[in-house]
C-alpha cells in the first residue's frame, strides 16, 4: 500500500482538486483508493457529493468510533474517511496525548488494505498536518502558478527538514506538482523554469487553468464525470499513470 499525502502552507493551490481527481483516476484504472480529509473544510466530500456521513475523522481521534466505522463509499474502488469542524477540538485534545505524532499509525492499524491512501492535509503547521507526514511514506506538493505559491513551497521544505529531525522520521517529497498552469501568463513560464531548477525531475507536468476543474466540485462531481474530454481530465489521466508507474517507497530508503 502506498501512503501518500497532499501539502501546501498556502490556501487555493488546488490539494483538495488533486486529491479529488488523482484518487478518481487510480480508481478507474482498478486500484483501491481511500481518500483522508484532514481539513476542518471537509472538502473532499463536499467535492464528491458526499454530504450523509455519520461519522468523521474527528470521531476517529476521539476514540468514539474506529477508523473502520467513518469510512464512507464514494465511487467504486474510492472511498473516504471524511473531516469536519470538529477536527479543530479534536486536533486540541491531541496535544496531551503521549507520542501523539503515531496516532494515525494506531488509529487506521486496522483499516483495511488499500492501494492507496491519500491524505488531504490543511495549509498550515498543525499537529495533524505532522501525524500525515510521520504516517505516510510520500508528500506530493501542489505550486500554484504565482510567487507566493513559491516561496511557500519552498517554506515546506524547510519544515519537512525540522519534522524529520524532530520526530527521527518523515516522509519523502515525491512529486511537485503545478497547478493553475496559464501558458497565457508569463509568470506560469517563469515559475514552472523556477520549480525545474529547485526540484528536477520531482516536477510534474503541469495541472493546467480549466473551468471544468473549478465547476465539477459544485455537481460533486469528479473531472471524469463531469467533464471527460476536458484538458483537466487530461492532466489528471497523465498524473495517475506517472503515480502509477512510480517505484514505491519504503521508509528505509528514504532520500530526502
Known amino acids: 500500500m502506498r501512503k501518500i499525502a497532499v501539502v501546501g502552507f ?9 486529491c479529488v481527481n488523482l484518487g478518481a483516476a487510480l480508481a478507474l484504472r482498478g486500484k483501491r483508493v481511500l481518500l483522508v ?3 476542518t473544510q471537509s472538502n473532499v466530500s463536499l467535492a464528491l457529493g458526499i454530504n450523509n456521513y455519520t ?16 469510512i464512507v463509499t464514494a465511487r467504486n474502488n474510492l472511498d473516504i474517511l471524511p473531516g469536519s469542524l470538529s477536527l479543530f477540538k479534536a486536533q486540541q ?13 494506531k488509529l487506521f492499524a486496522d483499516v483495511p488494505e488499500y492501494d492507496f491512501q491519500i491524505f488531504d492535509c490543511a495549509p498550515s503547521l498543525s499537529l495533524l498536518t505532522i501525524n500525515a507526514m510521520y504516517y505516510v511514506d510520500e508528500v506530493f506538493v501542489p505550486v500554484s502558478m504565482e510567487m507566493l505559491a513559491m516561496a511557500g513551497a519552498r517554506q515546506f521544505m524547510t519544515y519537512l527538514r525540522q519534522v524529520s529531525r524532530m520526530l527521527g522520521r518523515s516522509a519523502s517529497i515525491r512529486l511537485i506538482i503545478p ?5 497565457r501568463r508569463k509568470v506560469s513560464s517563469v515559475i514552472m523554469q523556477m520549480l525545474k531548477e529547485d526540484f528536477g ?11 471544468k476543474l473549478s465547476e465539477a466540485p459544485g455537481e460533486g462531481k469528479t473531472i471524469f464525470e463531469y467533464a471527460p474530454r476536458s484538458r483537466g481530465a ?3 489521466a497523465q498524473l495517475a499513470e506517472l503515480v502509477l508507474n512510480m517505484r514505491p517507497l519504503r521508509r528505509d530508503n528514504h532520500s530526502r
Open 179 to 183: 497547478s493553475f498552469f496559464d501558458p
Open 37 to 39: 480529509d484532514t481539513d
Open 55 to 70: 461519522y468523521s475523522l474527528a470521531d476517529v481521534l476521539s476514540r468514539d468510533v474506529p477508523a473502520t466505522a467513518a
Open 201 to 211: 525531475q520531482r516536477v510534474t507536468p503541469p495541472i493546467w487553468v480549466d473551468t
Open 234 to 236: 487530461q492532466n489528471y
Open 10 to 18: 498556502k490556501g487555493g493551490i488546488g490539494k483538495t482538486t488533486i
Open 93 to 105: 485534545r491531541m496535544v496531551m496525548e503521549i507520542a501523539r505524532e503515531e496516532i494515525f499509525e
